[in-house]
């Protein structure tokens, strides 16, 4: 099963190689850049300004991907912790605090919650 996954993986990258060495081909042209601010305005190729910019698009979506997925890690912590210290309460003086405890389920994934 995983022989078969990398082979097709492998075959799709070599497709998607292709098709950009095809395109970098059709579209070598030099291309005027007017970055409007600046005195300069460079030349490259069609191919090197498309692919540059989807470049730069990738990398700022990866970096906003990366910091929204580290602020829910941190969330999840603080939850995690509110928790444990909710249960250790619980734990101690189980008669003064109405608090529910979570106990694992079957599945071990879930939370179920026990009212002692």
Known sequence: MRSTLRIVVRLFLAII?????????A?????KVDLSP?????EA?????????????????AGLSSLARQRLKWQARSQRKRADALE???DD???????????????????????D
């Open 17 to 25: 190689i292709g098709i950009v060495a095809i395109f970098a081909v």
């Open 27 to 31: 579209n070598r042209t030099p291309t």
């Open 38 to 42: 600046l005195p300069f305005t460079p």
């Open 45 to 61: 190729p069609l191919f090197v300004v498309i692919l540059g910019a989807m470049a730069v698009g990738l990398i700022i979506g």
């Open 88 to 90: 250790k309460a619980a």
């Open 93 to 115: 003086e189980p008669a003064k605090t109405q608090i529910p405890r979570a106990g694992a389920t079957d599945t071990g994934r879930r939370l179920l919650l026990n009212q």
